[in-house]
């Protein structure tokens, strides 16, 4: 009779199957599905990571250009080392790079105060439009620096730096005003 109780508490047996399959585990078809679909958000996920990671160097380089512009100009208008500061933007190199400098222009600057930053591998210097106000004698010369003057903080090289990223081909570009304004675009 005992036996039979029992059997009427669990009918058909319905709690031994669920042990039993609990301790079956996983099945490789189950783990073979699981695998499939995390591959496929995987191959969906990498994609747009990386999309937003090219984002993310073409502007954090336009702010860093910015700011590094920004302080040419703070060290100018201190004074700092009783000289005028400016930043020279080099295409040549790999990555591209743009310098820090101390002095009246680039041929002429004090080196050992000169600080280089690089561009990530996937930024480049796509154009470079810099007005020459100073009148220079040589033809049409190429112009990749700005230079900030004391006192006043102006320019004689306003214009616009074009940054790109390789990739995606997007465009960013800095504006640089006559009266020292500087401003990504």
Do not use: C
Request: glycine fraction near 6%; charged fraction near 25%.
């Amino acid at each position: 009779m005992a036996n039979s109780g029992s059997k009427q508490n669990n009918p058909s047996g319905f709690k031994s199957k669920i042990i039993k399959k609990a301790e079956r585990g996983v099945t490789f078809s189950e783990l073979l599905v699981v695998v499939i679909i995390l591959v496929v958000l995987a191959s969906l996920a990498i994609p747009t990571f990386l999309f937003f990671q090219r984002e993310s160097d073409l502007s954090n380089s336009t702010e860093e250009i910015v700011n590094i512009l920004r302080l040419a100009r703070s060290k100018t208008l201190a004074s700092e080392g009783a000289s005028q500061w400016g930043v020279y933007f080099s295409t040549s190199t790999a990555p591209h790079q743009y310098i820090l400098f101390k002095g009246t222009d680039f041929s002429s600057r004090s080196t050992s105060s000169d600080e280089v930053y690089k561009l990530p591998e996937r930024v480049e210097i796509y154009e470079i439009n810099l007005d020459d106000l100073n009148g220079s004698s040589l033809p049409n010369p190429p112009i990749r620096e700005v230079v900030f003057e004391k006192l006043t903080g102006k320019t004689n090289q306003p214009g616009e730096i074009s940054l790109r990223s390789k990739d995606s081909l997007k465009v960013k570009i800095i504006q640089i005003e006559k009266f020292g304004l500087i401003e990504p675009k």
